[in-house]
């Protein structure tokens, strides 16, 4: 059961999810989200450890510029894209950066699942999120779940991680009713908007790795 703690921006938290076995690290390089860190500030907290979760930067429709900037201050060993990155897009970060790329795909309909196989040969993995709400100024985060039995009988393509709504009271319901093998949570492990809570970072970590056991 792979566990991506997304959304980190202080060492308490970053050391919290270390602590409890998080596999995963997610740092947002997006500034209109509350979770949003410098790519200095993200430097910081990315080369406080050696060995342990991997580092994930989570951008929305970057440009090189941007992303080469980033890279050149933080230990990124993945890049999330979550954004409306076309497969074309995100084959040409991967090749480019020479990063594995995880895409985060809003899902709402059965038909939303069907967008995987376009990027099935770009990726290296996905993130299956709720689609955000109309007007919402930010494409992830929103705290919300979708139906999880939509991942009934299906088999993506690349390995994925489920997201959206998950706490630590329904991680467990989740990965049942989805089949997940990943999860990812960022506001369900807060204790205010932005703001981890270390403790229910490690209670969503031990009842992710318990449930899949």
Known sequence: MLVKICGI???AALDAACEAGADMLGFVFFPASPRAVTANQAAALARSYADGPKRVGLFVDP????????????????????????????????ARFCKPVMKALGIATKADL????DYADQVD???????PP?????PGGNALAFDWSLMKGQTP???WLLA??????????AIAASGATGVDVSSGVEKARGVKDPAAIAAFIAAAKAARA
Do not use: W
Request: charged letters at 25%; proline letters at 9%; hydrophobic letters at 45%.
């Open 9 to 11: 921006k202080d060492r």
């Open 63 to 94: 440009d090189d510029t941007m992303l080469a900037e980033t890279l050149a201050l933080v230990p990124l060993d993945l890049i999330q894209l979550h954004g409306e990155e076309s497969p074309a897009r995100a084959a040409e970060i991967r």
């Open 134 to 138: 109309p007007g919402s100024a930010l």
């Open 157 to 159: 393509p690349r390995p």
């Open 125 to 131: 993995y996905f993130l299956l999120d709720a689609r």
């Open 114 to 117: 069907a967008r995987m196989a």
């Open 164 to 173: 959206g709504g998950l706490t630590p009271a329904n991680v467990a319901e």
